[in-house]
């Protein structure tokens, strides 16, 4: 037993210190072993995370959710939201996992853990949290899903955590640091789950 789960540890240390993946199963009985540990995947996230904002406004009213699932290709995050005005939204993870109201300021900037430019279009850009534009209709429900090529769950859910923002304007996608969006009218922090 003591030789299998140090065969173990060696594996799972090889595997988180970029010794590849692996999808080696453990033997039946040690599986107490194992239930606690996450095998990265390629992108360095881990396998089967994923982690949710729930979304408030200025005056604590719920506002819809972001949920960031890990998946090979990166994170993708999808967007729910409800009682936001008609029209298209700039929408963004930011670096702090703080909402406090009513500017929610306190989220930071744009998620940018390669310190690049800001916008899907800048040829300079863009942040790891640089999202396409959410469309909500004259209802104020709108979705969208979209996967972050770049920034891992460790990154998202790091000591300071990051947060889901939902600005009152259109992003431009070219303007450096924010897309010229304007106010923050919705956020929520990424909590693991």
Do not use: Y
């Amino acid at each position: 037993m003591i030789r299998t789960g140090c065969a173990i540890a060696a594996l799972a240390l090889t595997a988180a210190c970029g010794g590849g993946t692996t999808n080696t199963a453990a033997p039946a009985n040690d599986a107490m072993m194992m239930e606690n540990v996450a095998l990265p995947i390629e992108n360095g996230s881990v396998a089967s995370e994923s982690a949710t904002a729930a979304l408030a406004m200025a005056d604590g009213s719920a506002a819809g959710s972001a949920v960031a699932t890990a998946t090979p290709e990166g994170l993708t995050v999808t967007v729910s939201v409800t009682g936001i005005t008609p029209g298209e939204h700039g929408v963004h993870v930011h670096m702090t996992g703080k909402c406090d109201a009513p500017a929610f300021t306190t989220a930071g900037g744009h998620w940018n853990p390669a310190s690049t430019q800001h916008g899907l279009d800048n040829p300079q850009g863009a942040h790891a949290g640089d999202m396409p534009n959410l469309n909500v209709a004259d209802d104020g429900t709108g979705t969208l899903s979209f996967t972050l090529r770049s920034g891992t769950m460790a990154q998202l859910l790091d000591a300071d955590g990051s947060a889901f923002v939902v600005h009152a304007g259109k992003d431009d996608q070219k303007t450096d640091p924010s897309g010229d969006s304007g106010d923050r009218v919705a956020c929520g922090v990424f909590a693991a789950g």
